[in-house]
């Protein structure tokens, strides 16, 4: 098997392509490092420096020939979508249109989707079935980009599945430690503010138990083991299959939670200010992962403990 990761060189990327190197496949990264790390890209393993907006790219692409391309490129900040609506729907799909494009028919695509499709779900935990109706551009290009891939399977034989998850957090070696600039993930300014920074509380008047937003959160290392179990049941299915997925743990915690996981699990005293909940933040997000689980058999092995504190050993490797 032939993989293409495009986004290989960012957080989620990169443990996808160490994970597909340990298994034997021959992987090349797309990436045009402007959020991604160089470092992280391991050796042997091609890259193709591209910014995947630029139509050129395709034929690079294709050139490579891939068998799967793992979808992973995007611009991914909620709140920053929200006050650059047009950019972030030019460039996702952009993006994802040029990625299909370079996928020979028949071709796996496994497509980095989100829960944000769903915008507040009338019921939790959400069901596949529940209606998109995103609140934010980043969520917005996340379906559209869904409908596109869904239209490539029918009109032109691709196989592929639609990964929408949760929280992703955790590390699975220290080289891959979540670095985003700026950094808006929950667990990572957690981990940065019990090294003596101040955290950013968004929003504490939620209409949850404690005020605070609920997600469910899933390891990195178990959704890049999803990804690649993806692939391998992709290549039994038929031409023009198409299916999207729930990836998250089932279970949801609260931002208070998690701060007062972080401090017991770092033996530290968290500093915090409270600040307005940001624009498009939905009060409570879990996944209902049946389906997924039914599909394939995958199981997480991860908890949210784990992933805190394989965290906070890489940050301090």
């Given at each position: 098997?032939?993989?293409?990761?495009?986004?290989?060189?960012?957080?989620?990327?990169?443990?996808?392509?160490?994970?597909?190197?340990?298994?034997?496949?021959?992987?090349?990264?797309?990436?045009?490092?402007?959020?991604?790390?160089?470092?992280?890209?391991?050796?042997?393993?091609?890259?193709?420096?591209?910014?995947?907006?630029?139509?050129?790219?395709?034929?690079?692409?294709?050139?490579?020939?891939?068998?799967?391309?793992?979808?992973?490129?995007?611009?991914?900040?909620?709140?920053?979508?929200?006050?650059?609506?047009?950019?972030?729907?030019?460039?996702?799909?952009?993006?994802?249109?040029?990625?299909?494009?370079?996928?020979?028919?028949?071709?796996?695509?496994?497509?980095?989707?989100?829960?944000?499709?769903?915008?507040?779900?009338?019921?939790?935990?959400?069901?596949?079935?529940?209606?998109?109706?995103?609140?934010?551009?980043?969520?917005?290009?996340?379906?559209?980009?869904?409908?596109?891939?869904?239209?490539?399977?029918?009109?032109?034989?691709?196989?592929?599945?639609?990964?929408?998850?949760?929280?992703?957090?955790?590390?699975?070696?220290?080289?891959?430690?979540?670095?985003?600039?700026?950094?808006?993930?929950?667990?990572?300014?957690?981990?940065?503010?019990?090294?003596?920074?101040?955290?950013?509380?968004?929003?504490?008047?939620?209409?949850?138990?404690?005020?605070?937003?609920?997600?469910?959160?899933?390891?990195?290392?178990?959704?890049?083991?999803?990804?690649?179990?993806?692939?391998?049941?992709?290549?039994?299915?038929d031409s023009g299959f198409f299916n999207h997925f729930n990836l998250g743990s089932g279970s949801g915690y609260s931002v208070k939670q998690v701060f007062e996981?972080?401090?017991?699990?770092?033996?530290?005293?968290?500093?915090?200010?409270?600040?307005?909940?940001?624009?498009?933040?939905?009060?409570?997000?879990?996944?209902?992962?049946?389906?997924?689980?039914?599909?394939?058999?995958?199981?997480?092995?991860?908890?949210?403990?784990?992933?805190?504190?394989?965290?906070?050993?890489?940050?301090?490797?």
């Amino acid at each position: 098997m032939r993989a293409l990761v495009t986004g290989g060189a960012g957080y989620i990327g990169a443990h996808m392509v160490h994970l597909l190197k340990d298994h034997g496949v021959e992987v090349t990264v797309l990436d045009d490092f402007s959020t991604g790390h160089r470092n992280v890209i391991p050796a042997g393993v091609d890259l193709i420096e591209q910014d995947l907006t630029e139509i050129k790219s395709v034929q690079k692409i294709r050139d490579f020939k891939p068998d799967v391309i793992f979808h992973f490129a995007a611009k991914s900040i909620v709140e920053d979508s929200m006050n650059s609506p047009w950019t972030y729907l030019s460039k996702n799909l952009r993006m994802t249109m040029h990625a299909i494009e370079g996928l020979e028919e028949s071709g796996i695509f496994i497509y980095s989707s989100s829960c944000s499709v769903y915008g507040i779900p009338s019921h939790i935990p959400i069901v596949e079935s529940t209606p998109c109706q995103p609140l934010s551009a980043y969520g917005r290009s996340k379906q559209f980009g869904e409908l596109l891939l869904k239209s490539a399977c029918k009109e032109r034989g691709l196989r592929a599945i639609c990964m929408r998850y949760f929280n992703v957090a955790g590390c699975g070696k220290p080289l891959l430690l979540e670095k985003h600039n700026p950094e808006t993930h929950l667990i990572p300014n957690l981990l940065l503010a019990a090294d003596n920074k101040t955290f950013c509380m968004y929003g504490t008047d939620h209409p949850t138990k404690d005020g605070t937003a609920i997600r469910d959160y899933i390891d990195v290392r178990d959704l890049t083991e999803a990804h690649l179990l993806a692939s391998q049941l992709l290549s039994e299915q038929d031409s023009g299959f198409f299916n999207h997925f729930n990836l998250g743990s089932g279970s949801g915690y609260s931002v208070k939670q998690v701060f007062e996981a972080v401090q017991k699990l770092t033996g530290t005293t968290i500093n915090y200010e409270v600040h307005p909940a940001r624009p498009g933040d939905a009060p409570t997000l879990i996944a209902d992962s049946t389906a997924w689980k039914e599909f394939s058999g995958w199981k997480a092995k991860h908890d949210i403990n784990s992933m805190i504190e394989s965290a906070w050993k890489a940050m301090h490797a």
